[in-house]
C-alpha cells in the first residue's frame, strides 16, 4: 500500500518537512513516482516507528542511523 506524505506524517505525528529530513539523512527511501509525487510505504512507516521507538528511549537519531548503518532498517 502508498501513502503520502500527509498520511504517513498524520499517523506518526510528525511534520511533511521532518519526513523530508529522514529522507535527507538517508534512515528511509523513497522513490519520486511518475507523477512527481512521493509515497512510503509499510517498510518506511515501519522503519521511522522503530527509530522513534529507540529516540523515545534517549538514543540520539544520528546513533541510531549509525547502529543500523545508514541504509539498514532496524
Sequence with gaps: MKYHVR???RILGITPGALHFFEKQNIINTKKERN???YYDEENVFCLLSYF?????????KDI???FGGQEKP
Excluded at 53 to 61: A, D, E, L, N, Q
Design 7 to 9: 498520511d504517513v506524517a
Design 36 to 38: 512527481g509525487y512521493r
Design 53 to 61: 521507538k529507540y529516540h523515545s528511549i534517549g538514543m540520539p537519531f
Design 65 to 67: 542511523g549509525k547502529h
